[in-house]
């Protein structure tokens, strides 16, 4: 996808090179068994299954809510960075240029901030742009600790849109979803939780999910994931000229790979419907096409009806 090169006003922040691991102070002995438990339930359940996860740990006191920390204290300071400024040795320029995945973060990030921005203004809508966070093995963010085996993932607490660049990796190497539309289509999936969060899609789901069963807050979870798939495929149509022969392709080989019922056929040699937390592969390249076929936000109502 041949998307032009960031604007330098974008906002980044750069959690990289700091050395160590992320802290967590207070809130009991809850925080560093949750904290153990994340990259085991992320494997098999992804981010939805984490979210699961923070819900429990929220209602049985594990010293977190579902969006950030409850009675402690992530420890290191962030640095952030926007509007071409510096500060912690790091500036939009520098982070977004430190390797090919962070430029390309940048470059997708930009193009959606320009887009959904005008997607917005045509529809009398307020738009405020979500922060980009790069971390390097842990970090930390509002909604507590951020960590590679989680995977890309956005943050409603402060509106970031989290990533350790060697995903990008990952997803061409285990999921053999190569190319730079599928580490595009990873960016555009992010900014469409943002998107939900500006609407107040994200609240109400977390809301009902306080209210329901473990299944039925997993089935919430399938909507939302795929309403951000459709999203992202809103972005592609508004930049469809932009696209080059095989991006589309690319991206469904992505949604393919990512797919809960292909997940957990390889990593357990059986498929769970009930612990579904992101879609199958049928239904997250489904949307996605919906998104890229339609152009229309309007398209991808996930809650209405069967998915």
């Known amino acids: 996808m041949r998307l032009d090169d960031f604007d330098p006003n974008i906002d980044v922040e750069d959690q990289r090179g700091r050395g160590g691991g992320l802290g967590f102070s207070g809130g009991g002995g809850g925080g560093g068994m949750l904290f153990g438990l994340l990259p085991l339930v992320f494997s098999r359940f992804g981010c939805g299954g984490v979210v699961v996860l923070l819900i429990v740990f929220a209602v049985f006191g594990g010293g977190l809510n579902l969006l950030g920390g409850g009675g402690g204290q992530l420890s290191a300071p962030t640095e952030q960075v926007g509007s071409g400024g510096q500060q912690g040795g790091h500036d939009v320029q520098s982070s977004c240029t430190l390797d090919a995945g962070s430029k390309a973060a940048c470059n997708a990030l930009s193009s959606a901030d320009k887009t959904w921005a005008a997607i917005f203004q045509q529809s009398g809508e307020s738009f405020t742009k979500p922060k980009l966070v790069f971390y390097g093995g842990n970090g930390q963010s509002g909604c507590g600790a951020a960590q590679s085996a989680m995977g890309p993932f956005y943050c409603p ?105 292909t997940l957990q056929q390889e990593s357990q040699g059986r498929v769970m419907p009930d612990s579904f937390t992101h879609g199958t592969s049928a239904q997250r390249m489904a949307w996605l096409r919906k998104g890229l076929d339609t152009g229309d936000p309007g398209q991808c109502d996930t809650f209405s009806g069967a998915i």
């Not at 849109?161 to 990796?169: A, N, V």
Request: net charge negative.
């Open 157 to 261: 607490q402060d509106r970031g849109i989290y990533l350790d660049t060697s995903f990008f990796g990952e997803l061409a190497n285990r999921f053999g979803a190569k190319g730079d539309f599928a580490q595009d289509y990873v960016i555009a999936h992010e900014f469409g939780h943002h998107i939900q969060n500006l609407l107040g899609t994200s609240d109400k789901v977390a809301s009902a999910q306080r209210r329901a069963s473990e299944t039925e807050g997993n089935a919430l979870s399938v909507r939302l994931e795929l309403q951000a798939d459709c999203y992202a495929g809103v972005w592609a149509a508004k930049n469809r000229d932009r696209m080059d022969p095989g991006d589309l392709e690319e991206g469904m080989t992505a949604a393919h790979a990512i797919g809960d019922d």
